[in-house]
């Protein structure tokens, strides 16, 4: 899909993502709503993870596709999906107190 991930951030809180989040980075969430995409635009996150089967509403498809902003769906939980990337050498966002 020509993107390159090095870190992820995993997140059901969109304020979080906003204050957290690195450019280019991937977005793992149950969240499904469009506001998910457009908080993805703001903090420069590079895909979305859908985690525990959840499907996206057709409004945040359309969305994500206007803004070319890939979208990927898994059955794992949030944290099997983390750890699966982890140790596939996704890291997280490190954060500086």
Known sequence: MGIEVKSAIASDLMSDVLV????????????????????????????????????????????????????????STMFETCGILYSHGIKGITVKH
Request: glycine share 4%.
């Open 20 to 75: 957290f989040a690195q450019p280019a980075a991937l977005l793992i969430t149950g969240l499904t709503n469009n506001q998910v995409v457009r908080t993805c635009e703001i903090a420069g996150i590079a895909a979305i993870l859908f985690v525990r089967d959840k499907m996206p509403t057709p409004e945040t498809i359309r969305l994500s596709c206007e803004h070319n902003l890939p979208i990927f769906l898994t059955r």
